[in-house]
Nanobody, 124 residues
Framework: QLQLVESGGGLVQPGGSRRLSCLAS????????IGWFRQAPGKEREDISC????????YYADSVKGRFTTSRDNAKNTVYLQMNSLKPEDTAVYYC?????????????????RGQGTQVTVSS
């Protein structure tokens, strides 16, 4: 069965850190461009980060640039999203998605595989 599973979400205080994991089963993540998306209550899903399969280049939305970092661990078939200096406005369900296209894309619908999401709540 081909699937992506996110983990690592939870409750974190403002200013804190959290690392999300995106584990693939049934396929090799290294062959895919991986996007991270999030959806806050009452808002549209937004693309926040991406790591391409072609050259490992990364993309970050302005809202997370300098605070979030995407990386791969090919041995574990996992992509991580390290989130630092978290703010209440980062509260959302976070999703990862995999696209066989080697360049980062911003549309959720373009990705071949999509996870079910993990909740991150930033609150004191």
């Amino acid at each position: 069965q081909l699937q992506l599973v996110e983990s690592g979400g939870g409750l974190v205080q403002p200013g804190g850190s959290r690392r999300l994991s995106c584990l693939a089963s049934g396929f090799t993540l290294d062959d895919y461009t991986i996007g991270w998306f999030r959806q806050a209550p009452g808002k549209e899903r937004e693309d926040i980060s991406c790591i391409s399969s072609s050259d490992g280049s990364t993309y970050y939305a302005d809202s997370v640039k300098g605070r979030f970092t995407t990386s791969r661990d090919n041995a574990k078939n996992t992509v991580y999203l390290q989130m630092n200096s978290l703010k209440p406005e980062d509260t959302a369900v976070y999703y990862c998605a995999a696209d066989f296209f080697p360049v980062c894309g911003s549309l959720w619908s373009e990705y071949d595989y999509r996870g079910q999401g993990t909740q991150v709540t930033v609150s004191s």
